[in-house]
Nanobody, 121 residues
């Protein structure tokens, strides 16, 4: 089970940190990802991190503004979002993959319920 938290309403230029707590998984062996879905749009990749935390990948749209990290001792993955823009408004989903790092949502077998992030202009 994956449970996201930390979403909310923020002004453009502000910051939020999302958390995703995992249970029922051997968390430290799972690659983790963040995806988002805006109204009327397809779900899109945001960031991913390998099970060791040694490799990370970001969508071009968030590179330099967002940082993904994980704490395997706490079974938690984070997404630090800085310099937020109105176009970052979406429901953000945490996902787990029992395998190598991937950028494809279809490769992730476990998903959280999502947390809403709204950025006002």
């Amino acid at each position: 089970q994956l449970v996201e938290s930390g979403g909310g309403l923020v002004q453009a230029g502000g910051s939020l940190r999302l958390s995703c707590a995992a249970s029922g998984h051997t968390f430290s062996t799972y690659a983790m990802g963040w995806f988002r879905q805006a109204p009327g749009k397809e779900r899109e990749f945001v960031a991913a991190i390998s099970w060791t935390g040694g490799s990370t990948y970001y969508a071009d749209s968030v590179k330099g503004r967002f940082t993904i990290s994980r704490d395997n001792a706490k079974n938690t993955v984070y997404l630090q979002m800085n310099s937020l823009k109105p176009e970052d408004t979406a429901v953000y989903y945490c996902a787990a993959r029992a395998g190598p790092l991937s950028l494809e949502s279809a490769d992730f077998g476990s998903w959280g319920q999502g947390t809403q992030v709204t950025v006002s202009s």
